[in-house]
């Protein structure tokens, strides 16, 4: 049930966080970007797999928090 409840949790997380990577990235450059007013120094390949694991962490807490609501209290008592 517990692997069940993972994928219920990652998987749509992934195929969102690879949606809302394409459409940031449609629109921004990612040697445009700074943090904490200096330029990111890492190459663009870099800044694509971190942002898309920060993509990824988000919606899958999402996911999670959406997956933690559905339980049933009867479930959570036993």
Known sequence: ??????????????????????????????????????????SRQGIYTLSFFVFWTVTAASSALTTLLSVLPSDVNR
């Open 1 to 42: 049930m517990l692997a069940q409840r993972m994928m219920w949790i990652l998987w749509p997380a992934f195929l969102l966080a690879g949606v809302l990577e394409i459409l940031v990235f449609a629109l921004l450059d990612p040697t445009d970007l700074h943090w904490a007013g200096q330029p990111i120094d890492m």
